[in-house]
């Protein structure tokens, strides 16, 4: 049924395969609304899931964007097609992860890799991605990711300072698994010009708010959107017509006349939502520390059907960085990730066991901690996991970000002996001396026929010493940490369509509410993570697209 073209009349509908009757949306949403008044009646002084209009608007607008990371290309969007567009931060500084992230946007069959001769296709992107993506990715999204990333490039360089180049970080490393199908090695990760070295995540969101700015779009920082608000049409259909924000400790009501764009990020700092959500235990993560899932809730309370929750950005960390970073909601740091790869590093479980290739890339490889055992004992096989050095590392590389002449973190074992390190890191002795004299074996042939380290191109990025990831733990002393799976973000939440627009349970839209970025359930699409900025580029296309609906969006009044 077209999103426009209900009848509220149809209180129940049946089934597809004719069985029991499933209840219609309108009857849905009333007994979820119903079921909250319960709620309510039976815990005093609760707010509601979503706020009622207000006596008096605080500020009209024609859209509400919620959060000022990739959203911000939406908000853009929808300035440029003439749109009044009012963007609410929690923090008090804008960007959110993207602000701090390397600003690399993965964008298949783009006009900047076509100017360096780079030849792609719309069929080859699909090609990748759908194979990338196992079955765990709608079509829909994946075509829309596909068609809208090349033209929203090309609007916001169009619309802002930024000037895209084929990404420097990446260079010819962009598709993470460059053997498969319609891979590219170079071109589809594209970055912001910037002339210094380092992570462009800050001039990413500098140049776009400056240009959301530009187009006439305000930014109103430290006024955290608390609720949506919503109303019930003439068709009992409920729409979503504005937000309840908090601002200088006080409520701070925001008519959205077009409709709010939902763009808060990801749930990485709500544990309890990772513990009921992620398929295994995921204690840390690099994202900002705004991103608590709010934008998510909001999209629930007001009917919408998630996607995507079981999956993050997955990466590596050290356990002995992460923790004491969690007590200050800071990111983690990226050093086990870049270190695991190095010649002369293994990971290993408590039983001494590798079980992943530890150069491949950091979203592939953090699903491996979470094999779960059957037999036994039962549990997750691979956590606590263990990242092991010999002394090559330390003389010519970092070990937990220490270089040759730093002392090491006081979380970092060093021994005499692989049995010694094994003792004191609670991994079984034989189980390691065995899995070591197997690896050693190989490695200096640079093979590696359990896990296939450095088969993949892929694997070689990054590695000093001609692209070589392998070489024998032979050299005493030996160094050991424990390490652990973690998120850049998490890529689960609101379901969406292929315009951007958030849907309920039974696939239709609610009426003046669309989500983009972590906020939706959209992922790179779906279970996959295509390449260098594999987040930041389907994230910057579906702003774009929900800017691009929201300014079509009729006008209505508060
Ligand atoms: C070190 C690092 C490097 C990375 N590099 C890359 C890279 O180069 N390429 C790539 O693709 N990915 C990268 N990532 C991942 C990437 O940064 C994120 O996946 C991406 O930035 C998420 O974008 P977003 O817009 O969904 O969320 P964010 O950029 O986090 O924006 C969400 C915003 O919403 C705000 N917000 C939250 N709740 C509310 C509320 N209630 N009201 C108002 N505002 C709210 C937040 O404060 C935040 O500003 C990196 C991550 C890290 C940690």
């Known amino acids: 049924m077209p999103d426009d073209d209900r009848d509220p009349s149809h209180e129940t509908e049946r089934s597809a395969a004719g069985g029991a009757p499933e209840l219609s949306r309108r009857r849905f949403l009333g007994g979820a609304a119903s079921g909250l ?23 009209e607008t024609d ?13 853009l969007t929808a300035a440029v097609a003439g749109a009044e567009v009012v963007a609410l931060e929690k923090r008090s500084i804008v960007g959110g992860s993207t602000g701090h992230s390397g600003g690399v946007a993965w964008i298949p069959n783009n006009n900047v890799m076509r100017a360096e001769n780079i030849e792609d296709s719309r069929e080859r992107a699909l090609t990748y991605l759908t194979h990338l993506a196992q079955s765990q990715a709608d079509p829909e999204l994946l075509e829309a990711f596909v068609d809208a990333g090349p033209e929203m490039a090309d609007f916001v360089q169009a619309h802002s300072s930024i000037e895209w180049r084929v990404s420097t970080i990446m260079g010819d ?6 053997e498969w199908p319609g891979a590219l090695q170079r071109g589809r990760s594209i970055e912001p010009v910037v002339e210094r070295e380092g992570l462009f995540g800050p001039e990413l969101i500098e140049y776009l708010r400056r240009g959301f700015e530009a187009a ?17 049409r003439e068709d009992g259909v409920r729409e979503v017509i504005g937000v309840e924000a908090r601002r200088d400790g006080a409520p701070f009501f925001v008519l959205a006349r077009r409709g709010v764009h939902l763009a808060a990020g990801g749930f990485e700092w709500d544990f309890d939502m990772k513990r009921h959500f992620l398929r295994g235990p995921t204690p840390y993560t690099l994202g900002a520390g705004g991103n608590t899932g709010d934008g998510v809730r909001m999209a629930m309370a007001a009917g919408a059907d998630l996607r995507n929750m079981n999956e993050i950005w997955g990466i590596s960390v050290y356990k002995g960085e992460a923790e004491p970073a969690v007590e200050h909601r800071m990111g983690a740091t990226l050093n086990a990730e870049l270190e695991k790869r190095s010649a002369g590093s293994i990971v290993v479980n408590t039983r ?3 079980f992943q290739d530890e150069a491949a890339d950091y979203d592939s490889t953090w699903r491996s901690y979470h094999t779960w055992e059957n037999w036994g004992e039962m549990g997750y096989r691979n956590l606590p996991a263990f990242l092991l050095f010999d002394a090559k590392p330390r003389r010519n590389g970092r070990i937990a970000g220490a270089g040759p002449d730093d002392p090491l973190p006081d979380f970092v074992s060093e021994a005499a002996s692989l049995g010694e390190l094994a003792e004191k890191l609670g991994i079984d002795a034989q189980g390691l001396t065995r899995t070591v004299a197997r690896f050693n074996v190989y490695a200096a042939e640079l093979r590696d026929p359990d896990f296939h380290r450095g088969e993949s191109s892929y694997d070689r990025y990054g590695q ?10 032979d050299e005493p002393p030996f160094f050991g940490a424990e390490i652990s799976a973690a998120d850049l973000g998490t890529c689960g939440g609101a379901r969406v369509n292929g315009r951007a627009q958030v849907l309920d349970p039974f696939g239709q839209a609610i009426p003046g509410l669309f989500a983009s970025g972590n906020n939706a359930g959209v992922g790179s699409p779906g279970s996959s993570y295509g390449g260098g900025g594999g987040t930041i580029g389907p994230a910057m296309a579906f702003a774009y697209l929900a800017g691009r609906e929201l300014a079509k969006q009729p006008s209505r009044s508060g």
Not at 38 to 59: H, K, M, N, V
């Open 37 to 59: 008044a319960l709620g309510t009646a039976g815990a005093l002084g609760c707010a509601p899931s979503s706020s009622p209009e207000p006596a008096r608007w605080d500020l």
């Open 216 to 232: 006439g779009g305000r930014v109103l920082t430290e006024t955290p959107v608390e609720r949506l608000v919503l109303r019930e």
């Open 352 to 354: 001494g066991e590798r």
């Open 173 to 178: 490393n962009a598709d993470y698994h460059p």
């Open 464 to 473: 000093a010493d001609k692209g070589i990831t392998l070489a024998p733990l």
């Open 63 to 75: 859209v509400v964007l919620v959060g000022t990371g990739t959203g911000l290309v939406g908000g």
